[in-house]
């Protein structure tokens, strides 16, 4: 593939008078560790719905793996290896852990073109992205007996189970304890080592430094800040808008 994997140019989005996205341009390239950070408001939720295809962009083009997204539903995108995870995990409360999985296996990968899993084919993935994410010895429980971040690694797991190239991760860290943000990012880096490239939107800073190697910023629509992270935090303007320095 030739150029980035994802390509955002010029998107703009409102809601009635108000501006969310002014204009926002990103590139991110396979492979790579991208934080996404700003302050409650500044459009980073708007800017992924318009990727992801929960909103629609009125301005401005979003590109994939080289294809136009513009006009495809959310599932559609889905199915072309773009997968997101949220900050508040919804799983199905009256299926297992394993059962979470083979929801997005079914109607996900066997939806693609040329994709068809077997049963067995499906049993052995669930095991498998479980184990991945730490969550092996779980597969027959329910996702009441899980804790917090059991149940932000199921919610992980469940877009892994798209295939997808690239993960945006919702505030996968929200309310966790400083070890279990801290396996969080290790599980992240991991699933990028395996050759997921990853965004990582998230407000705890130390998680966003250990795991990104570049970082965005969004501040009242407007990305105002994007390169590496010791040089970023670093501007006076970031520092003003989002650090409160």
Same mark, same amino acid.
């Given at each position: 593939m030739a150029g980035p994997l994802?390509?955002?140019?010029g998107v703009g989005k409102r809601f009635g008078g108000f501006v969310a996205l002014d204009g926002i341009d990103l590139a991110v390239n396979e492979g790579e560790r991208?934080?996404?950070i700003g302050p409650n408001g500044s459009g980073k939720s708007t800017l992924v719905n318009?990727?992801?295809?929960?909103?629609?962009?009125?301005?401005?083009?979003?590109?994939?793996?080289?294809?136009?997204l513009d006009g495809l539903k959310a599932? /559609?995108?889905?199915h072309r290896g773009l997968a997101r995870s949220?900050? *508040?995990?919804?799983?199905?409360?009256?299926l297992t852990v394993a059962g979470?999985?083979?929801?997005?296996?079914?109607y996900t990968v066997n939806a693609r073109p040329g994709r068809h899993l077997s049963n067995a084919e499906i049993d052995t993935r669930c095991a498998e992205l479980l184990t991945l994410v730490g969550l092996g010895d779980k597969a027959e429980k329910y996702p009441r007996d899980l804790t917090q971040v059991e149940?932000?690694?199921? /919610?992980?797991a469940r877009a892994l189970a798209a295939e997808p190239k690239l *993960?945006?991760?919702d505030e996968s860290m929200a309310g966790l304890s400083q070890a279990e943000v801290a396996d969080i990012v290790k599980l992240l880096i991991d699933l990028n080592e395996h050759g997921i490239t990853i965004i990582l939107i998230e407000h705890i800073m130390r998680a966003v430094m250990s795991f990104s190697q570049r970082l965005v910023v969004l501040v009242s629509g407007k990305k105002i800040a994007d390169g590496k992270p010791e040089l970023v935090i670093q501007d006076p303007e970031v520092e003003r808008a989002y650090l409160g320095q």
């Open positions: 994802l390509e955002v140019e991208v934080g996404l318009c990727i992801c295809g929960t909103l629609t962009n009125e301005t401005g083009q979003v590109r994939f793996n080289g294809d136009v599932n /559609e995108r889905t949220f900050q *508040l995990p919804r799983p199905f409360t009256s979470n999985l083979r929801v997005p296996l079914v149940m932000r690694k199921l /919610e992980l *993960l945006i991760a």
